[in-house]
């Protein structure tokens, strides 16, 4: 398979929020260089009553010295004054030392600089300890509670039970343990969490009670056991962790994280967490309204010529999979004479009679897929991710299909890695659904911004050329 793979230079590691708020982690990671800039800017107001173009190019020097910032609540009060205090001498110091090389320090007034180098740090201590007073809000506004569970009664899942239900800052529910090992051998006198199984039953309880999250803190010995239970688990959208550190192949947006100083290796996790999360969706928010701006004169004659070429609704609303394997709505103009949606679906074939003439020339140029950037307004869609299967279809392949599930971590798109490289419209074959399944892993393993941009691109100049096999 020709895959595109982003390079690895293109992408600033930002950290994993294991187990923790969003909203949180991404306001740590913008508060150090947001305190900086903004500091600096009331400096040059000060002296100078504007900002004049040195102000602003150190502003963006400093933003990227200093994003993203590590973590805030985490630590001590006196770990948080002394990290702040050391690295900001450290930046301080770069920045001057810079300055003299360059001669850039002349373009600053000497009063400026210093007043400067001792209102930072003390802004930067007053934002912190105001965001450690804030942050038990924060997670309280966040998405709800992950449901989580342990698999392996250790010390090392001990330990990190007890900072899951210990800590304010974590955003998670903590079920219980799931154990092989016999009664005898559990440390049940240590065990104040209820012991829900064994391994056996995990895949069926976490499908039931919709697990979020899975720490595996098993034995280095029982690999046999991980391997098995991975497999099992590839038909859930839980998010996978092992505790501590193992190496395990067919990893999915594998990372290393840490719960309250606990070494965890991300799994299987979908790449739009933190900062990444923020940024695919205001990349999603602002285009979808740039381009229902632009077409919405499109959009008046598609549905007019809809409602004239046959009887029946003009937007057709389906059942699919979405986030997390969520049932959601999605729009497209109607383009057959029948609105299927219920347990059998039959794909669209080449001559299929079900399909109008005005329909068959909506699918031909994907014209029919405009309606769902409303979907992703709403949140339920990305505009680039996982085509979404009818709900029927996914119940059928995901029995079919080793890891089908996988591609639920993240939105449905409206166009995605596989219908770019030619995987689109009839699937008539297992094979020609494993291949698609193939490209929707491989976007979740190296997914980038520039990935998001290069699949639009090339989706644009696939609709116009008519290099696409929709019936």
Request: with cysteine; proline share 5%.
């Amino acid at each position: 398979m020709n895959r595109y793979s982003p390079a690895s230079g293109l992408r600033k590691a930002l950290g994993v929020a294991i187990a923790r708020d969003n909203i949180l982690y991404i306001t740590e990671a913008l508060l150090d260089p947001l305190v900086m800039v903004l500091t600096l800017w009331l400096v040059g107001f000060m002296h100078e009553q504007a900002l004049r173009p040195p102000y602003l190019i150190l502003s963006i020097i400093l933003f990227s010295l200093t994003f993203p910032g590590g973590s805030k609540v985490g630590p001590t009060r006196g770990e948080v004054i002394n990290n702040t205090l050391v690295n900001w001498a450290l930046v301080a110091g770069l920045l001057i030392a810079f300055g003299l090389a360059t001669g850039y320090l002349s373009l600053f007034a000497p009063d400026a600089i210093l007043f400067w180098l001792w209102l930072t740090p003390t802004c930067l201590l007053l934002a912190i300890f105001g965001l450690r007073m804030a942050a038990p809000m924060l997670v309280k506004l966040q998405e709800p509670i992950k449901r989580t569970i342990i698999v392996g009664v250790t010390e090392q899942g001990l330990a990190l039970a007890d900072r899951l239900t210990g800590s304010r800052y974590i955003a998670a529910e903590l079920l219980g343990f799931f154990e092989d090992q016999q009664q005898d051998r559990i440390p049940i006198a240590e065990l104040r969490y209820p012991l829900l199984g064994t391994l056996d039953d995990i895949a069926a309880y976490v499908k039931e009670h919709r697990v979020n999250i899975i720490y595996l803190s098993l034995h280095m010995t029982s690999q046999p056991r991980i391997v098995k239970l991975l497999a099992e688990l590839k038909d859930t959208t839980a998010s996978i962790y092992f505790v501590p550190d193992i190496f395990v192949t067919d990893l999915i947006q594998a990372r290393v994280g840490q719960i309250d100083g606990i070494p965890v290796v991300a799994v299987c996790e979908t790449p739009f967490i933190g900062f990444n999360g923020l940024l695919k969706r205001l990349a999603d928010v602002l285009l979808s309204l740039v381009i229902l701006t632009l077409i919405l004169p499109a959009l008046i004659v598609i549905a007019v010529g809809v409602k004239l070429s046959s009887s029946g609704p003009i937007i057709f609303k389906q059942r699919r999979y979405g986030l997390y394997g969520e049932e959601i709505l999605v729009y497209k103009f109607r383009s057959m004479t029948v609105c299927e949606d219920g347990s059998a679906i039959t794909q669209a074939t080449k001559q299929d009679q079900r399909v109008t003439p005005f329909g068959a020339f909506l699918r031909k140029t994907s014209l029919d897929e405009l309606p769902q950037f409303i979907n992703v307004l709403q949140g339920r869609m990305s505009i680039v991710g996982p085509r979404p299967h009818a709900v029927a279809h996914n119940e059928m392949y995901r029995k079919l299909i080793t890891g089908y599930m996988i591609r639920h971590k993240v939105k449905p798109g409206i166009t995605g890695w596989a219908q770019v490289n030619g995987l689109r419209g009839e699937t008539e074959t297992l094979s020609k659904m494993k291949a698609r399944i193939d490209y929707d892993i491989d976007y979740l393993r190296n997914w980038s911004l520039k990935l998001d941009l290069y699949i639009i691109l090339k989706t644009i100049l696939v609709v116009f050329k008519g290099q696409h096999e929709a019936y």
